[in-house]
């Protein structure tokens, strides 16, 4: 059973930055999809960047340029890095995983996924 574990979210002034981090655990060898999701009040949970397991990389439009997914195998801990934040860009963010993406547009949709993290609030200030 794969457990996914997320820390670094927080609050920050438009155009500012976070790192937010995702441990993995309960892997049985296989290499998975991972990616982060985000969910706004009285909004659907929306896909912002993947990582597929041959190490391409997907970002949907609102973030692109702007967010970087990696990953450190040595720590099994995937990183989104979130630069020049933007008031609507406050959310729970989530970190996923599943045994493939599919094509980019099931690779963004939370349906596709099967192990979630808890999710942490980050919020940006006007």
């Known amino acids: 059973q794969v457990q996914l574990v997320e820390s670094g979210g927080g609050s920050v002034q438009a155009g500012g930055a976070l790192r937010r981090s995702c441990a993995a655990s309960g892997y049985t060898g296989i290499t998975y999809c991972m990616g982060w999701f985000r969910q706004a009040p009285g909004k659907e949970r929306e896909g912002g960047a993947v990582?597929?397991?041959?190490?391409?990389?997907i970002y949907a439009d609102s973030v692109k340029g702007r967010f970087t997914i990696s990953q450190d195998n040595a720590k099994n801990t995937l990183y989104l890095q979130l630069n020049r934040l933007k008031p609507e860009d406050t959310a729970m963010y989530y970190c996923?995983?599943?045994?493939?993406?599919?094509?980019?547009?099931?690779?963004?949709?939370?349906?596709?996924?099967?192990?979630w993290g808890q999710g942490t609030q980050v919020t940006v200030s006007s």
């Open positions: 996923a995983a599943n045994v493939y993406c599919g094509d980019w547009w099931r690779a963004l949709s939370p349906q596709t996924y099967t192990y």
């Open positions: 990582l597929d397991s041959d190490t391409s990389t």
